[in-house]
């Protein structure tokens, strides 16, 4: 094939992972899902330009050519264990609700891929997963189906969490949402079909198609993201907490935050309410910064009113944190000749304190927390 047809079969599906990948930014709600596709679909555009390069180069003579390869050849199959172990733990976070991509079990889980990246860069000496020969061509190792197998394992497993969740989900919304997800992964194992019987380059093409289902699938969920902010809106949010109270009973800690501005009734008297809606912008961005690490769920409630939802933190690191976030906003610069800095006042519940166990009365409390803060930065 020449090296026309060579660009033409990657650079397409290229194309299309940027343009896709550009358009998340404006319609994609913050969530580390987000981010972890988003990283996807640039890891997928890097490795079909390296695929090309190395296509372009297999069998050409010269040591230049010869030296391309091997270096191409070690990134490539780094980059396939990288997309497979996200793709592995982006599938493990949908199913297990927002609870599967932190931890030590993350690192377990990880094990194989670290074993094949451990035997890829070894590969230069032991030649263990390929070499290339006397003609730039590569040639398989004893060790050549490792990287393969791992990253299969990684998608079969994906695929069966996908499918089994939908299966036992209690909801249509989530059997929609995880049987979609299951679906994805009809493309590539149809790619990989078409290939084998009609001996075309379909592989590469089916999985972009892949990452577009998906993306597609995300976008027609977009209607529980808020316009202004692009943080979860009040129908999600509701969402979210029934979720929560349907697994109340797990040892996990729940952290439930009430954040409200301000004196935002005086910024959107004295600037306008084009002013206003960038203070709440700005706010939201903080917040997205201050919590995009963490197991946390960010929404807007209402109004100047948002919620952060945080799984995993004792009371003792949500003080430390709270203090963090309300220094954050202080910091925000938010336009020229303002004679104060923004504030938030934060009330905060935690599941479990006072008896409470269900969301609406965390979220009860921690508003009642939130108003008592602010009548004391109001009397001052």
């Known amino acids: 094939m020449s090296t026309a047809a060579f660009l033409q079969i990657n650079f397409i599906p290229a194309i299309a992972l940027l343009m896709m990948r550009h358009n998340t930014r404006q319609t994609l709600s913050f969530s580390w899902r987000t981010r972890v596709l988003r990283t996807e679909m640039l890891l997928f555009v890097l490795l079909l330009l390296c695929r090309t390069a190395i296509l372009c180069n297999l069998g050409k003579g010269g040591f230049g050519p010869r030296i391309l390869l091997k270096g191409l050849g070690v990134w490539y199959a780094f980059g396939l264990l990288a997309c497979a172990y996200l ?24 094990i194989p891929a670290l074993i094949g990246s451990a035997v890829l860069l070894s590969n230069p000496w032991t030649k263990a997963v390929y070499f290339i020969n006397m003609v730039n061509y590569y040639k398989k190792g004893p060790a050549s189906y490792l990287i393969p197998a791992v990253g299969m394992l990684y998608l ?3 695929f069966l969490l996908a499918a089994f969740g939908a299966l036992r989900a209690g909801s249509a919304q989530r059997r929609g949402e ?14 990989i079909l078409v290939e084998k019987i009609f001996s075309m380059d379909a592989a590469w093409a089916f999985t ?5 289902w998906v993306y597609l699938g995300i976008q027609k969920g977009q209607v529980t993201q808020d316009g202004l902010t692009g943080l979860n809106n009040r129908r999600r949010l509701d969402q979210y907490m029934w979720e929560l109270d349907e697994r109340s009973g797990e040892r996990e800690t729940c952290c439930y935050l009430l954040m409200d501005v301000n004196k935002f009734k005086k910024v959107n008297d004295t600037y306008g309410h084009v002013t206003g809606d960038e203070v709440l912008r700005l706010v939201a961005e903080q917040l997205k910064r201050t919590f995009g690490n963490m ?19 004792t009371q003792d690191e949500m003080d430390v944190i709270i203090h963090q976030t309300q220094e954050n906003v202080n910091a925000i610069a938010w336009g020229a000749d303002t004679p104060w800095q923004l504030s938030i006042s934060i009330g905060c519940a935690m599941r479990g304190e006072q008896g409470k166990q269900k969301s ?6 921690a508003d ?13």
């Not at 995880?178 to 790619?191: D, I, R, S």
């Not at 972009?208 to 577009?212: P, Y």
């Not at 009642?368 to 001052?380: H, N, V």
Request: charged share 20%.
């Open 156 to 158: 079969v497993v994906a």
């Open 360 to 365: 609406h009365e965390l979220l009860a409390l």
């Open 368 to 380: 009642e927390r939130m108003y008592r803060q602010k009548k004391g930065i109001q009397d001052r």
């Open 178 to 191: 995880l049987g979609k997800l299951a679906a994805a992964f009809l493309f590539p194992a149809a790619g």
């Open 208 to 212: 972009v198609a892949a990452l577009l």
């Open 87 to 110: 793709c592995f733990l982006y599938v493990l976070d949908v199913a297990q609700d927002g609870n599967g991509q932190r931890g030590i079990k993350c690192w377990i889980l990880a």
């Open 295 to 313: 197991q946390a769920f960010l929404a807007r409630y209402g109004g100047d009113e948002f919620v952060v939802i945080v799984k995993g933190k």
